[in-house]
Every structure is written in C-alpha cells, then in structure tokens.
C-alpha cells in the first residue's frame, strides 16, 4: 500500500505514525492522537524515539516519525524507520494471521482505532448476544492499552441502538450490567442496573450482594434505605387518611345527625383501612419479597382491584343493606379508593426504560439515580474482564431465548 495516496481513516497523509497490524492491514495515524487515547502508546511514541524525516522526504509529504509493529503476544513493538520502510517497502511482519482469535484482535484493534477518531466502529449488529461480543473483545483490547476512557462513549452507544433487548437484559441481570457501566462509565445502563437492583434488593439473595462492586453495593444500601423510609410514610399515610369531608371546622359545633350523614363515607374509609391493615399484617407491604409492590400496584390501580363486588357481597351478608343503600356505599367507597392513589403514586413512576406494563416486573422501579450517584471516579474493575464477558453473555443468550419463545407462540 502507498500510504501518500489517501488522507482519511485509516491512511492520513500528514499521520506520522505507521502502524502495522498484519500485511494487508496497515494505518498510518496521528502520534497526539494516539498518544492522548492510549496510556501505553503515549508510553511507546516519545519524541526521544521519533526519527527525524530527511528534507526529501518531508517535501514528498512524507511525516512519518514511528513505525509500530503487532508481536506475537498482541501488543505493539516500536521498529526502526530506514528508507526503506519509510517509502512504503515490503515488510516481514510475524504470522499473526492464523486463527480466530488472531483474526478477531486485529478487528478489535481497527474498532479501538476508530474509536480514537470518534468513527463509528464496524460492530457486528444482526444480535444484542453479538454487539456484545465484539464490545466486550474492545473493552478488554481497550484496557490492556489503557484506552477505556477513549472508547467509553462507542461501546456505550453501540449498546443502546439494541433497544428493548438491551433493557430486558439489564433487568435480567443487574448486578452484572452495572459491572459493566462501571468499566466504560456508561449513565444509561448504570442508571437502569440500579434501579433494577433495588427494587429486587429484598428478593436478592443476601450471598450475592456482597459479590457488586463496592461503589455499586453502597449506592443500593443508600437508596434502598431512602426507599423504606418513602414507603414507610405512604403506609402510614393511608392508614391515617380523613377525606376532608369528613372534617368539620372547630367553632362549628355539629350535631350527631351532621356527623350521622357521612355514613356512607365512615364505612367507606373503614374498609379501605380493614383491608390494607390486614394486607401489611400478612406482610404485603414494605417488608415483602417484591417490597409491597403488589399491594402498592393494586391500590393505584383503585376500582375492583382491591374490595371487588364478590368482597363487597360477602361484606353485605353480615352487614345488610337496601339494594339503594349498597350502590351508594359502592359509590362512596370508589371516591376512597380514587383518594387514596395520590400516597402510592410517586412509589408507582417508572425511572427504567423497560415497559413494565408488558414485562413482568414484580418489583418497584421508581427508585432515581441523580448525575451526582454516578461514581466513576471511584471505578476500580480491572482485572474481572472474563467472568463479566461471560456472564453478560449468558443474560443475553436466555433473554433471546424468552423473546424467540414469545415469537413462536401462537397465543
């Protein structure tokens, strides 16, 4: 290849480092590119090893100054530049092209280049299960190099064109996902992990928490509490609750028969509070496996989802009334319950970007992780590449599975 005849990725005129992956994969790039990108290439590319292009070649627009080579072990070795090489010559470079392994490296490092030069990299898209190979195969080139920060944003990206399977995924697999947003500083998939990961921290088994990252095991302590104390006051809240109907001013002085006519309204409130006292004594509220979700869902949902007709019936059988009389209770009482949805609406907001009406998610989501929980200044994950790969892999595969089930299913 002559390398004078293109300006642009991956061959630029005025690049002064030449970099050699295999024979038919050359670059010639941007030393302060390199160097500003990769700690171990700012390592290898000082100005002390630079060699110093003569007259003529400087005129024919010739800048290259280093000339990088791929080793056997995957990493660069710095060659020396003589005319030879500098013009374009043939160059014996070791036998690095065999196997699948080799071949997926050298497709690591084009992606890990265009990432320096913010050029979309050539993800394998046709699956989440793929995208995330081939982005986990950089983040782990990108760290051997010391060039995470550069290729944060492209992994980042690359994941979120994959949509809803992205978000299953995340709610499959929290604890891992957030691994995962911690290395490459991802906001997104962090936000989402954490969410997730709190509003299942009481069904979670307790010998798997200690296996988050410390940062990401502490921030779901932090918000787990804030949460308990939030639905702590909702219970109370509902169990406290006067309609203002029922209220009269303290000078007014009212007659039995003032208060006599709120009847339906007292009978009313007293169900509601019979029935949610009874559901927090069976352990239906904050204390539960799902963290009241469920309780908390019905009383949203208000109408026959909580104290339906069959309930009411069998209220009536004990306490009868004219026919008259039991449709205004039943009046009165769906005023309560309408009341009532204002405690347990801000506990009922979904903060993911799953859609939980579609999705069984038998847990809170409202859970909010503001910019200042985001600490990726505390990151501190090297070394857990491996396990990380392969267990975000293994998510991804079983969330493929439940969607081609779904597909297939003619119901």
Not at 40 to 50: M, N, V
Not at 340 to 345: D, E, M, N, P, S
Not at 366 to 388: F, Y
Request: proline content about 4%.
């Amino acid at each position: 290849m002559d390398f004078r005849d293109r300006s642009e990725f991956p061959t630029f005129k005025d690049g002064d480092v030449y970099i050699a992956i295999t024979a038919g994969q050359t670059y010639q790039l941007h030393a302060v590119v390199l160097r500003c990108s990769s700690k171990t290439l700012a390592r290898l590319l000082t100005e002390s090893r630079a060699a110093d292009p003569s007259p003529k070649n400087k005129a024919d627009g010739n800048a290259v100054r280093y000339w990088l080579e791929l080793d056997q072990t995957g990493m660069f070795k710095l060659k020396e530049i003589n005319n030879r090489t500098r013009n374009g010559g043939a160059i014996r470079l070791p036998d690095v092209d065999n196997g699948r392994e080799s071949k997926e490296l050298h497709g690591q490092y084009d992606r890990l280049f265009r990432a320096f030069y913010h050029i979309r990299p050539n993800f394998d898209d046709r699956s989440i299960s793929a995208v995330l190979y081939d982005s986990m195969g950089l983040i782990e080139l990108a760290d051997a190099v010391g060039s995470i920060e550069a290729i944060s944003e492209t992994v980042d990206i690359a994941l979120m064109r994959q949509g809803d399977i992205l978000f299953k995924s995340i709610a499959a697999n929290p604890a891992t996902w957030s691994d995962l947003a911690l290395r490459i500083s991802s906001p997104t998939i962090f936000k989402e992990a954490i969410v997730h990961l709190v509003g299942q921290w009481q069904s979670m088994a307790s010998r798997e928490k200690p296996k988050l990252p410390a940062v990401v095991l502490e921030l779901c302590q932090k918000k787990f509490a804030e949460l308990q104390v939030k639905k702590k006051a909702v219970e109370i809240g509902i169990l406290s609750h006067y309609p203002a109907a029922l209220m009269r001013a303290p000078d007014s002085r009212p007659s039995r028969a003032s208060y006599g006519a709120d009847i339906y309204l007292w009978m009313s409130l007293n169900l509601v509070r019979h029935w949610f006292g009874q559901a927090l004594s069976e352990g239906r509220g904050r204390t539960a496996k799902d963290g009241g979700a469920g309780l908390y869902r019905q009383i949203g949902a208000g109408g026959y989802s909580y104290l339906d007709r069959d309930t009411m019936e069998r209220f009536h059988r004990h306490f009868p009334m004219t026919q008259r009389a039991i449709v205004r209770l039943e009046e009165v009482l769906s005023e309560v319950k309408q009341e009532i949805k204002a405690f347990v609406k801000d506990l009922l907001v979904n903060n993911t970007r799953l859609d939980i009406k579609k999705e069984d998610t038998p847990y809170l989501t409202c859970c909010e992780v503001k910019k200042e929980d985001l600490p990726w200044e505390e990151k501190n994950t090297a070394g857990e590449q491996g396990s990380l790969r392969g267990r975000l892999l293994e998510t991804v595969a079983r969330e493929e599975e439940k969607d081609d089930e779904r597909t297939s299913d003619p119901a």
